[in-house]
């Protein structure tokens, strides 16, 4: 299976990549050239529609408190639980663009419901580019225009390719998931590679489904696995202003998932691994990065096990230092101090790839050719004990390196 | 003057640089080479002594949950308003090394103690560097003993090298401060390159005057001017183990500075000037910094603003931008965003060296070249409000650039 890379990412036994892609019954996608990248001739708007009246969904949007018009016009002027229509453009993330940009989404909203055969609240938009200059609403919806002509089942590539910015590779996948009532199938699209990239911002992730799902089952799901996922992965610790997550459950494979049911588990087992390979794939496009971190924290308290978790992942000397395979663990003994002032003396653990480095919080001797020998592979492993126990979470993050820079020092605006 | 470059550091007109430098009355100092830095010819052990028993001084040092063994030692087993006596080491943090570590610092101290003619309680002791491989302290014992040997008041050349790590310039001056009631030396010794350097941690300062200060004046006077200096600034963000500021004042030029005096307030300004330049020396020194970058935001919630201050100058997409010239606001947008979660609409103004390039939260038309010319400088301004008054504060930070992955990710331990 290709999809499913990570050794982090337990890909269910009752999934199966569907490796030639596709949306599930009921969608349909397509993508348009619209000039809003400028000097490119790639695909950059994209239109994604469901075709049931009563499809279900939900999502998922930035915590920023600088928001993109395209975020404050969905959350705001949808239903979030009935969208059926997604409009996506990349090469301007509409953020920091005032009332014009405002009034811009909302055009682009009103265009994607008259050519995707919606109503206005059944539409959400989405952006992904440049912050700070304003949107030309006009290109967005001739673009919508064309991309309702060309509208198919298979148009999830191009819908994916639209939505693009300075990602390295496609984040897509298509799985057929057996439930014990039949067999759905579940499709993704996702970009980023960075929270916020350099001049283009942002992650954004649709997600499809046949099955039936209620509104309720919809949010419930959506809301536990991005916790998971888009919520557990750092490139430089940059919350952008218009992260998005959609998830639409247009139910025309008949295949209801009740509340509760085995259903319900077995579904939810295939969103979490399908968003957490996608959170992955943005980590290592992570601008430029080499390999990829995961940092596992536990301890008796829930908010340090967190902040440790997220300051190691999000440290320029931890970054640079699993760019360069230096296992370096005094660098990670330095950001659980700092994330965690007033503690001292503070027991802790470090242990790299198995091999614990550091005990109640000094070194002890290792065999660090070992060491030095895992920190060279593509995935490098660190967990972290703090004193007490039942609190555990994860965080995946990218490494830093020229790449990095290259991207966001050398591309001038 | 060549001390005072900044143009954001205002050299108060009672303050003159003293060229060829030296230490006040009452204070001697020297260093040696005691083969603590691995591989290195340089000196690596520091020795500071104020003759009179009665001396004054005050100290400040890391929050860090992880506190380095010198740290734990001088802020446990000494007599904070009455060191006497510094013995500092480069190249071994003594950090994250238990307690082997803290009998190596106890040892340190007790050496220095004999060989200063001082008692073990008027002893600080201070590391910088690696962090997590116990330092050899019958090495720093044997430094010390030479170092006391050579003690002169003009050592403080020798000291201020010792403490180096990966400073690619000294940090040290020495003032002639005029007071009412007759004129003092004003010194002081820094090192420091990041927050934390990468194999070498840390930045120390040690300051001595010749002044006579109460204890509490000596303590007033280094926590408001450490909060408007070292707590200012930001090259990775990240906190070290083993910072730590120290101010001595022997009393040996017979000028008292009295609590609320007018002297009080002229020695307040040296001392404040001195410490923000060298500051400001740590930031332009960080790790191949090629721009200093000061941020300064205005609003009605302190720690709204401070917060947001942090975020712009830790952001790397901020810094990446710094290092390349690029006036790219919509990554300080973004930061301002990330740093105040759940308050949008947020109105903000965002200025670049004068110039207004955002207005109630979004863009507005500016001249791009001139701005591009002002981010071209050595030291670039931005300027940000938000809503409400009251509040105002400062951070000076670095850039990231090539050189910084270069020292933190290709010289692997």
């Known amino acids: 299976m290709s999809f499913f890379r990570s050794r982090w990412i337990d890909a269910p036994p009752h999934v199966r990549e569907v490796p030639e892609g596709g949306l599930p019954a009921g969608f349909r996608a397509a993508a348009a050239h619209a000039g809003i990248k400028e000097g490119s001739e790639g695909l950059d708007v994209g239109l994604l529609v469901s075709d049931p009246q009563d499809t279900v969904s939900a999502a998922r949007f930035t915590a920023s408190g600088v928001l993109a018009a395209p975020v404050l016009v969905t959350r705001e002027r ?19 663009t005032g009332g014009p940009g405002m009034d811009e989404a909302a055009r682009t909203q009103g265009a994607a419901a008259m050519v995707g055969g919606a109503r206005e609240d059944q539409v959400a938009v989405a952006s992904t580019g440049v912050i700070g200059v304003q949107l030309d609403g006009k290109k967005v919806s001739k673009g919508l225009l064309e991309a309702s002509r060309a509208l198919r089942i298979d148009g999830d590539a191009d819908f994916a390719q639209a939505i693009m910015t300075t990602d390295a590779f496609e984040k897509r996948a298509t799985l057929a998931v057996d439930l014990p009532s039949g067999t759905v199938t579940l499709s993704a699209q996702a970009k980023g590679a960075g929270m916020i990239s350099p001049k283009f911002a942002t992650m954004l992730c649709f997600v499809q489904t046949d099955a039936a799902l ?31 997550v959609i998830l639409m459950a247009s139910g025309a494979s008949g295949v209801r998932v009740a509340p509760e049911s085995e259903d319900e588990l077995r579904f939810g087992e295939a969103l979490d691994a399908l968003l957490r390979q996608l959170a992955l794939d943005i980590v290592r496009d992570g601008e430029g990065a080499r390999r990829v971190g995961r940092v596992v924290v536990r301890g008796g308290n829930g908010d340090g096990v967190d902040r440790v978790a997220r300051a190691i992942a999000d440290s320029p000397l931890v970054k ?33 790839e198995g091999t614990l480095v550091c005990s109640g919080g000094f070194g002890i001797p290792v065999d660090l050719a070992k060491v030095e020998e895992a920190v060279r592979r593509d995935e490098v492993e660190f967990e972290i004990a703090l004193p007490g126990d039942g609190f555990e979470t994860e965080v995946f993050f990218s490494d830093l390196g020229h790449e990095y820079v290259v991207i966001n020092a050398e591309y001038t605006t």
């Open 78 to 96: 949808c239903d979030l639980a009935n969208i059926r229509v997604v409009a996506a453009n990349s090469g301007n993330a509409n953020a920091a």
């Open 320 to 352: 640079t230092a699993l760019y360069g395979a230096d296992p370096n663990w005094g660098r990670i003994a330095q950001s659980i101090g700092g994330a965690l002032p007033g503690t001292a003396p503070l027991a802790f653990d470090i242990t790299i």
């Open 214 to 244: 209620a509104p309720e089952t919809a949010d419930l799901l959506l809301g536990v696995t991005v916790k998971r996922s888009f919520d557990r992965i750092s490139v430089d610790g940059q919350l952008s202003t218009n992260d998005t």
